[in-house]
């Protein structure tokens, strides 16, 4: 752990507000190096996935030429949402470093409680109901990858 790659995540979190984004910052460092380091830009780019941590798993991805991040770590200015830790896991990011906690962030109005709470919903009491179609045939894809030789597991 290095005090000072969190101490710079919140300096860029600071700065990406005067930026006009989000009060968010991330890096992802490998073996003592910062391999990459983003803002949240969700407003300046139009995108609502465009988080600081998933922004710095994809500019870390591409740096390193894998989906692959483990033995990488990353400090958050704030703790992840359920977004972006879903994609921590997936990235597979041996550690992660925070310094604010979801509920200082919910006091600023970035609350993520709901999505928390939606998880653990039946699909049709949830915000945004979810409906199951043709299960049989969304199945399908599955057979033929469990048969693919040709895949890479991820």
Known sequence: ?????????????????????GPFAALIVKD????ARTGN????????????????IREACRRL?????????????????????????WARISRIYIS????????AGFDDQFLYDEIGKPYAERKIPLQVLVPEEGKSP????????GKVPY
């Not at 003592?32 to 391999?35: H, K, L, P, R």
């Not at 604010?100 to 006091?107: F, H, P, W």
């Open 32 to 35: 003592g190096e910062v391999i």
């Open 1 to 21: 752990m290095d005090i000072e790659f969190m101490e710079e995540a919140i300096a860029m979190a600071k700065e990406n507000i005067r930026q006009g984004g």
């Open 65 to 89: 030429g894998t989906f692959d991040l483990s033995g990488c770590e990353i400090y958050s200015s704030c703790e992840p949402c359920p977004m972006c830790l879903s994609a921590i896991y």
């Open 41 to 56: 830009s969700v407003t300046s780019a139009n995108d609502p996935t465009a988080h600081a941590e998933v922004n710095a």
């Open 100 to 107: 604010a906690s979801r509920y200082d962030a919910a006091d």
């Open 142 to 149: 599955f057979e033929d990858w469990k048969a693919f030789e």
